[in-house]
């Protein structure tokens, strides 16, 4: 049943029929690392370089002291009176704002673009005319017409190290491997226009070799000091870009250290590497031309050991859909996970690798952990890419340390407050502590959800004890001890729970006066249950219940008196809301209102009818301006089986740039946004990494498994033709199906863990069950099958034969 996805990643390929100048037209390679986009001129061709792990380190860290706690600024914000219309009217305030965002108000830390390479050549002698991204093997063609005939040029990363290679393609019935005549009269590097002018000047270098080949390269240092000056810190990074050229290639360098004349019709390779490390361990601009060499054994090498990368990456799962728009969805999106994302590189950010001058750097390009963040990672499990998620485990690793600092010093409790916002970089105090996003409390059980999916999609105990065990603790004790606040429970609630409180509703509201609308957010709600409850489980897994005897009791206190969901009636019926009060008509940002169904998991197609009605009315009624819902809100639509695919990819188009990513753009005024505000501002603002995530969408419409419990095509319209293989699924089983003519026609389970088995049933007639090593068939009925496994078992059920 398994499925050739390298094949069917061959039917996407990213075209563009004509030049491609602009950063968002260019053709997007990568290798998790190292990211570039090539963009083609008329009269040139040009990589932008960038890296995950390649930042601008500086940090401001000022106010440490007139921030205050938690417990003093609480208090004076409950002498605002609560009929101002807003805490700004406050100048206590308004001043105080000011103050704790300084920091974050700085255009560092930010991601570091590294540079460029320009390939030039002269119009009247040859033509561009277009590209051609072949994402099976990552692997860009650009077009030629020279002298009446096409040519074409290659362009790879390496998936192996941080290199990227330039050549013309092999001239056909060639034997001896030589590339096709170049075009190219210049190359270029170019420092990134952008460099901020405080940090020490660029180095560069340019050296010829006895063969017509040479070197062209420049060093940048990355200072840690926020005012660099002449003393270095053993903390300093650097980058440095080479651009190795082959002998033969006519190489003269001319009055400008980072260029370099060529010889048109040469034979031209091009052998490009990007060095990142400490300030101490990058090697000098100068010299750089004995350590790299640029020949055409060498590139095939790289480019063999590449496609064995890419097959081993496609291999891990597929899809076969009669529905070519959202194949190449899923495909092409995978793809540039695959580019942005490798766990020895720093976690990407808001846009992932790919930068250039200021794009790349809004809102620092940092970490935001009210989805953000998180978003990307949701496609890794289904996907049956789990080892990328690592990348995003190292990142809460980082950020661990001044999350507990934070709960300690700043809220005077136990466990670690995890941050809205932070960066790869070295941090002593909360990026971002202004408390009208700073305060938003859902980002804590947030930060930690899906080190509790990894185990639960792999059953990997191992990751589950030493990777996600403490981050998960740590936020159980903080969200324990904020619940049991005096000031979160008692008399003047009326009742006996305890509350989430005072917390912010994500992109709604800010503080209110008086805490209004600071309290019990359905996303703090759902995402704690989630947590407290994935707790339990941990200490289960592993058999740590007595150890953690103390802190489980006050678990099981916690949710034994945990808030109601905040509800109000709308057109659709009852409805969750964000809040307690609010408007069932208001317009969010994010989609709040859904939480519970994604990624609270809590309401779906296996809810009781009156829960799940709630959860459908919401997601019906929900309205959202646009920008942070492109997988998020249609996540909670798969998972109610709501989902209207045809609009679904009509809003994705609505999104697509001509790289084939889809960026972030807004939906409907009413919100926080006006009748002028322009509809697409966001969509310059660099590569939206967030949006990778869309293949988990059409996973959750063919299989679904949140609940323990496999739902089979949930999602898929009966009239078309669906098949995928080896997805992931809760409990460490890889699942390959076919779907034909409205019915499931067969299913295949690998079981890697040996995990108990449950399906919903998708024939009435009942199944027909083969295991591995049986020579016979079993039967089973009912609404649910259930069956033990055994690690290594295959399992294959077909619909029964009456």
């Known amino acids: 049943m398994k499925l050739n996805a390298w094949e069917q990643a061959k039917r996407h390929p990213v075209v563009g029929d004509r030049p491609a100048p602009g950063f968002f037209e260019g053709a997007l390679l990568g290798n998790g690392g190292l990211g570039a986009v090539v963009t083609t001129r008329p009269d040139a061709v040009v990589v932008r370089f960038g890296h995950n792990s390649v930042w601008d380190i500086r940090i401001a860290e000022n106010h440490r002291e007139e921030l205050g706690t938690f417990a003093e600024l609480f208090e004076r914000l409950k002498q605002i009176p609560e009929h101002y219309e807003s805490l700004s009217k406050d100048e206590w305030y308004r001043e105080y704002v000011q103050m704790a965002a300084d920091n974050y108000g700085r255009p560092y830390p930010r991601p570091m673009p590294c540079g460029s390479l320009l390939l030039g050549f002269d119009r009247r002698k040859a033509e561009l005319l277009g590209h051609k991204l072949h994402i099976d093997r990552g692997l860009c063609e650009v077009f030629f017409l020279i002298g009446g005939k096409r040519a074409v040029l290659e362009i790879f990363v390496d998936q192996t190290k941080d290199e990227l290679w330039l050549a013309m393609k092999p001239a056909k019935g060639s034997k001896s491997g030589a590339g096709s005549a170049s075009p190219f009269n210049r190359i270029r590097l170019l420092p990134d226009p952008y460099t901020p002018p405080e940090l020490p000047a660029c180095r560069t270098h340019a050296e010829a070799d006895r063969a017509g080949g040479g070197t062209l390269a420049l060093r940048q240092t990355l200072p840690r000091a926020e005012r660099p000056g002449k003393a270095a810190d053993p903390r300093d990074r650097a980058f440095r870009l080479s651009a190795r050229v082959s002998g033969g290639a006519g190489f003269r360098p001319g009055a400008n250290a980072l260029e370099a004349a060529l010889a048109p019709g040469a034979d031209l390779l091009v052998r490009v590497r990007l060095d990142e490390s400490l300030n101490r361990d990058v090697p000098a601009a100068s010299g750089a031309a004995g350590t790299l060499t640029a020949d055409r054994r060498a590139r095939r090498e790289a480019l063999a050991a590449s496609e064995e990368k890419w097959r081993a990456y496609w291999s891990r799962s597929g899809v076969a859909l009669e529905d070519d728009f959202l194949e190449a969805v899923w495909y092409r999106n995978l793809y540039f996970f695959q580019c942005a994302v490798r766990p020895d590189a720093a976690c990407p950010g808001l846009f992932a690798n790919w930068s250039h001058g200021r794009i790349g750097a809004e809102w620092h390009g940092d970490y935001h952990m009210n989805y953000n963040t998180q978003q990307p990672f949701w496609v890794a499990f289904s996907s049956n890419h789990a080892d990328k998620h690592l990348a995003y485990v190292n990142m809460v690793d980082h950020v661990l340390p001044v999350s507990r600092k934070w709960a300690q010093e700043y809220y005077g409790l136990r466990g670690a407050y995890y941050p809205h916002s932070a960066y790869p970089v070295e941090m002593t105090m909360m990026p971002y502590p202004v408390p009208h996003w700073g305060w938003e409390v859902c980002e804590t059980p947030w930060t930690v959800q899906s080190l509790w999916w990894h185990y639960l999609y792999t059953m990997d105990k191992e990751f589950l004890a030493n990777r996600a065990f403490v981050p998960i603790k740590e936020a159980v004790l903080f969200m324990v001890d904020y619940m049991k606040r005096p000031e979160a429970s008692g008399e003047a609630w009326g009742d006996d729970r305890y509350h989430i409180f005072p917390t912010v509703v994500p992109e709604l509201y800010e503080l209110t006066p008086g805490f209004r609308r600071n309290r019990d957010c359905l996303v703090d709600l759902t995402l ?275």
């Open 528 to 802: 704690t249950k989630f947590l407290l409850r994935s707790f339990e489980q941990t200490c289960a897994a592993l058999g740590r219940e007595e150890e953690e005897r103390e802190l489980l009791a006050e678990v099981a206190d916690v949710r034994g008196r945990f808030p109601d969901y905040p509800t109000a009636e709308s057109r659709q019926g009852t409805v969750f809301v964000s809040v307690a009060g609010e408007d069932p008509d208001v317009v969010y940002n994010v989609p709040n209102s859904v939480t519970t169904v994604f990624p609270g998991e809590e309401h779906g197609l296996h809810s009781p009818p009156e829960p799940y009605a709630i959860a459908v009315n919401s997601y019906r009624n929900h309205r959202n301006e646009g920008g942070n819902e492109l997988v998020f809100y249609h996540m909670a639509g798969a998972r109610l089986g709501q989902l209207d695919l045809e609009r679904f990819k009509r809003q994705i188009a609505y999104c697509l740039l001509p790289n084939g990513t889809c960026t972030d753009r807004l939906l409907e005024s009413g919100g926080r946004y006006s009748d002028e505000t322009d509809f697409d501002y966001m969509g310059g603002m660099g590569i939206w990494f967030e949006n990778f995530a869309l293949p988990a969408v059409i996973n959750e419409c063919l299989l679904q498994s949140y609940n323990g419990v496999l739902r089979f095509f949930p999602n898929w319209p009966a009239d078309r033709r669906a098949a995928f293989s080896t997805l992931r699924a809760v409990g460490g089983f890889l699942i390959s199906a076919v779907w034909e003519d409205g019915n499931v026609r067969e299913i295949e389970i690998y079981s890697e863990a040996g995990s108990q088995l449950r399906i919903y049933n998708p024939w009435k007639e009942g199944a027909r069950i083969t295991r591995d090593g049986e020579g016979g068939k079993a039967w089973a009925a009912g609404d649910v099958i259930e069956t033990d496994t055994a690690p290594g078992e295959t399992i294959r059920l077909a619909k029964a034969l009456r």
